[in-house]
T-cell receptor, first 113, second 114 residues
Framework: QKEVEQDPGPLSVPEGAIVSLNCTYS??????FMWYRQYSRKGPELLMY????GNKEDGRFTAQVDKSSKYISLFIRDSQPSDSATYLC?????????????FGKGTTLSVSS | NAGVTQTPKFRVLKTGQSMTLLCAQD?????MYWYRQDPGMGLRLIHY???????AKGEVPDGYNVSRLKKQNFLLGLESAAPSQTSVYFC?????????????FGDGTRLSIL
């Protein structure tokens, strides 16, 4: 079992929809959780970062972590065509140098106008 | 403002050939990383460096070597390329700290080994 599981989709929604992207993880030691966005033929860019459980909001984006169920979510409100990309969740055990970021496979999102 | 620049962008090799991928960053970052991205596997860390002159193994280091002779450059070498190394390779850099220090990625090198 991969340590971070993510449904690859694809997920297609109309403009303005609320999007829910989800990951599960298996390693209880994971404490740091991130969402990266990757446009086609580009490198990933960090969208959101959370530590331990709870919610974090940044504009139209909300990241949520539930450590009791080992569930990571990213919500996108009022989705736009420019949100069309692959979204990668990532986790790590600690902040020590060299502690690998473990990425999910990514979910491909398409927002149609 | 270049950020992280990877060269080359594309390359086709024959099995057994060698090559070096170059990563350059202009953000004065201490940490640099090499990842590979494969369909169905996600991003996996190959090697990383926490400073000039230092390197360490990541999750999938076999078949690769790295060097960090200058702070701004991180080289990834394939001594004898194998078809299993066909992948998209990403370099990233960051300040020291941890997850709240974002890793800035280049746009990747697409490598095919025939």
């Amino acid at each position: 079992q991969k340590e971070v599981e993510q449904d690859p989709g694809p997920l297609s929604v109309p403009e303005g929809a609320i999007v829910s992207l989800n990951c599960t993880y298996s390693n209880s030691a994971f404490q740091y959780f991130m969402w990266y966005r990757q446009y086609s033929r580009k490198g990933p860019e960090l969208l959101m970062y959370t530590y331990s459980s709870g919610n974090k909001e940044d504009g139209r984006f909300t990241a949520q972590v539930d450590k009791s169920s080992k569930y990571i979510s990213l919500f996108i409100r009022d989705s736009q065509p420019s949100d069309s990309a692959t979204y990668l969740c990532a986790s790590r055990r600690s902040n020590q140098a060299g502690t690998a970021l473990i990425f999910g496979k990514g979910t491909t999102l398409s927002v149609s106008s | 403002n270049a950020g992280v620049t990877q060269t080359p962008k594309f390359r086709v090799l024959k099995t057994g050939q060698s090559m070096t991928l170059l990563c350059a960053q202009d953000m004065n970052h201490e940490y640099m990383y090499w990842y590979r991205q494969d369909p169905g596997m996600g991003l996996r860390l190959i090697h990383y460096s926490v400073g000039e002159g230092t390197t360490a193994k990541g999750e999938v280091p076999d078949g690769y070597n790295v060097s960090r002779l200058k702070k701004q450059n991180f080289l990834l070498g394939l001594e004898s390329a194998a078809p299993s190394q066909t992948s998209v390779y990403f370099c990233a850099s960051s300040y020291p700290g941890g997850s709240n220090q974002p890793q800035h990625f280049g746009d990747g090198t697409r490598l095919s080994i025939l």
